[in-house]
Structure formats: structure tokens, C-alpha cells
């Protein structure tokens, strides 16, 4: 049986796993430990707000190509896509869900002007354990999320590139594809 494409045999081509996840400057409470007879006080937001976080997994450079955007709309995706083909200037095979924005109008409009850049390949629909940046969002929400008051997005969003920073090899993602 022959395999239309696999990581790694044309050079000039390159598979990226991609998504987006919410960066809610409410904490998201997760259990931690601590010892006995205390508890953690973790203080809230009062009104909660929201970043958006576009990301791609690269397994040949065992990399993540990120963007923090402020909305999550078409126009947001179309510029994720624009910095993803200046990055890697090769046919890129983007593995991604069915969001709406993958296939709007606007991102239509945008492959159409780079024939031969992109291709989609669309998982089946309700199965996100099928993309490995999946784990990279969980293991950067653990780190950056879970339990932590940063006070302002500004603040949020520093430590998600600090997190990036430091994390250039996902190993859960990794093993995710093994």
C-alpha cells in the first residue's frame, strides 16, 4: 500500500499538527499538592478574559511554531498561516480539526493566493486525541495555568512565551506520535 506523504521523505515538504486553545486569565483549578490540614489559595480574576493561542507542532525539528492572538476569527488563522509559510518557506501538510475558520471563506481566499503551499488534511470531527498538539496545549496550561493568578493578559501572555521559551521539545507530543 502506498503512503501518499510521511514526515521526512520529501525535504522540500514538511507535516505540522496545528491547533488553538483558549488562555483564560481566570486560573483554572487543578488538583496540587500541599500538606496537611492546608489549603492553597488561589485568587480569582472576577471577570474572566480570554487570548487565544495558535500553535503547530513540527516533528522533523521537534518544534512548536506559536502566535498568542486576542481573537480566534479567520483573520487571526490567515495571519498564523502567513507566519508558518514565511517560517518554513516549503510545501507545508497542515493535520488540523473541522473549526469553522479552517475552511472560511477568508482562508479560502488566502490558499488561493499561494497554490501549492498548504495542504489541509482534516481529522475525523470529535477526535482531538488524534492531534499530538493537543498534548502540547495540556502540558502548557499545567505549567502556565493551572493554580496561577498572573493578574493581567499582559502577564499571561509572558508567561506563555516564557513557557514557550524554555520548552522548545515536547516530549509528551512527541511520545503522543510514537
Excluded at 501518499?4 to 522540500?12: I, K, T, W
Excluded at 497554490?115 to 481529522?123: A, D, K, N, R
Excluded at 502548557?140 to 499582559?154: D, E
Aim: hydrophobic share 40%; glycine share 4%; aromatic share 12%.
Amino acid at each position: 500500500m502506498k503512503k501518499e506523504f510521511e514526515a521526512g521523505e520529501h525535504p522540500d515538504e514538511k507535516l505540522l499538527f496545528l491547533d488553538e486553545c483558549d488562555l483564560h486569565l481566570q486560573p483554572i483549578l487543578g488538583n496540587n499538592w500541599q500538606p496537611a490540614g492546608t489549603q492553597n489559595r488561589v485568587p480569582a480574576a472576577g471577570q474572566n478574559r480570554k487570548s487565544y493561542c495558535f500553535g503547530a507542532i513540527d516533528f522533523s525539528e521537534a518544534e512548536v511554531t506559536y502566535r498568542i492572538a486576542d481573537r480566534k476569527r479567520s483573520a487571526e488563522f490567515v495571519e498564523f498561516l502567513e507566519a508558518l509559510r514565511l517560517r518554513c518557506m516549503t510545501r507545508l501538510h497542515l493535520v488540523l480539526d473541522n473549526y469553522s475558520i479552517h475552511f472560511s471563506k477568508e482562508v479560502k481566499r488566502y490558499l488561493e493566493l499561494h497554490p501549492g503551499v498548504f495542504e489541509f488534511h482534516f481529522l475525523p470531527t470529535y477526535s482531538p486525541w488524534l492531534n499530538p498538539v493537543e498534548t502540547v496545549w495540556r502540558e502548557m496550561k499545567a505549567a502556565v495555568c493551572r493554580n496561577y493568578f498572573h493578574g493581567t493578559m499582559a502577564n499571561l501572555k509572558r508567561a506563555v512565551h516564557r513557557y514557550f521559551a524554555t520548552h522548545a521539545v515536547h516530549e509528551g507530543a512527541l511520545r503522543a506520535v510514537a
